[in-house]
């Protein structure tokens, strides 16, 4: 069975707890996964260190890599600043047998599977639209215009869901039966025939 670990991509509306479920998944099983590690041309803010929280680069540098291919899917944010996740990192970890997670938006998922067909993309979602809205507006932080905005986005986003592989649901207080879910799809994709096809052939010491 395969010993490398997966890109996994980890997406869901804003509401959808996927944050909360992604800590849970760290946590409870610690070693197999790793959160990726992102590029940016933004300036390191107080506390940040290199290689841990991001890899500071200059956007002549980024801009560099990206003619080269090097990251699995970029964008710039409309302060200016450009942020990537670099392709070699992951697949370091991968080598390592560490599954590297990459908590993104559906725009960005989609561009990883474009670039890595082999990634395992799974949407978190709440059970329902009346729980996405109750969540969002028992935050007390978001204008409503911003919560419909989160709502409108929501839809679009879930639109969506087809081009995933999984969906998992993220019910209230169930943020760590979400994490074992998704921790069941990693097991059963590493055991998956079409990732060991030359399982037979080691079996028997076949060159």
Do not use: W
């Given at each position: 069975?395969?010993?490398?670990?997966?890109?996994?991509?980890?997406?869901?509306?804003a509401g959808s707890g996927k944050g909360?479920?992604?800590?849970?998944?760290?946590?409870?099983?610690?070693?197999?996964?790793?959160?990726?590690?992102?590029?940016?041309?933004?300036?390191?803010?107080?506390?940040?260190?290199?290689?841990?929280?991001?890899?500071?680069?200059?956007?002549?540098?980024?801009?560099?890599?990206?003619?080269?291919?090097?990251?699995?899917?970029?964008?710039?944010?409309?302060?200016?600043?450009?942020?990537?996740?670099?392709?070699?990192?992951?697949?370091?970890?991968?080598?390592?047998?560490?599954?590297?997670?990459?908590?993104?938006?559906?725009?960005?998922?989609?561009?990883?599977?474009?670039?890595?067909?082999?990634?395992?993309?799974?949407?978190?979602?709440?059970?329902?639209?009346?729980?996405?809205?109750?969540?969002?507006?028992?935050?007390?932080?978001?204008?409503?215009?911003d919560i419909r905005n989160r709502l409108?986005?929501?839809?679009?986003?879930?639109?969506?869901?087809?081009?995933?592989?999984?969906?998992?649901?993220?019910?209230?207080?169930?943020?760590?039966?979400?994490?074992?879910?998704?921790?069941?799809?990693?097991?059963?994709?590493?055991?998956?025939?079409?990732?060991?096809?030359?399982?037979?052939?080691?079996f028997y010491g076949e060159e």
């Amino acid at each position: 069975m395969s010993e490398k670990g997966l890109l996994l991509v980890i997406s869901g509306p804003a509401g959808s707890g996927k944050g909360t479920v992604v800590s849970d998944l760290m946590r409870t099983y610690k070693g197999e996964f790793a959160l990726s590690v992102s590029c940016t041309t933004r300036t390191p803010r107080p506390g940040e260190k290199e290689g841990i929280h991001y890899f500071f680069i200059d956007r002549e540098e980024f801009e560099r890599r990206i003619s080269q291919g090097k990251f699995l899917e970029y964008a710039q944010y409309c302060n200016g600043n450009l942020y990537g996740t670099p392709m070699d990192y992951v697949q370091n970890r991968m080598d390592e047998g560490i599954s590297v997670i990459l908590e993104i938006d559906v725009q960005g998922g989609l561009q990883v599977r474009k670039n890595y067909p082999d990634a395992v993309l799974v949407m978190v979602a709440p059970p329902d639209f009346q729980t996405l809205e109750a969540r969002l507006r028992g935050r007390n932080t978001d204008s409503e215009e911003d919560i419909r905005n989160r709502l409108l986005r929501s839809k679009e986003e879930l639109a969506k869901l087809s081009l995933y592989d999984y969906a998992v649901i993220n019910r209230d207080r169930e943020s760590l039966k979400a994490a074992q879910e998704i921790h069941d799809i990693v097991l059963a994709e590493k055991r998956s025939v079409k990732r060991c096809p030359d399982f037979a052939k080691k079996f028997y010491g076949e060159e």
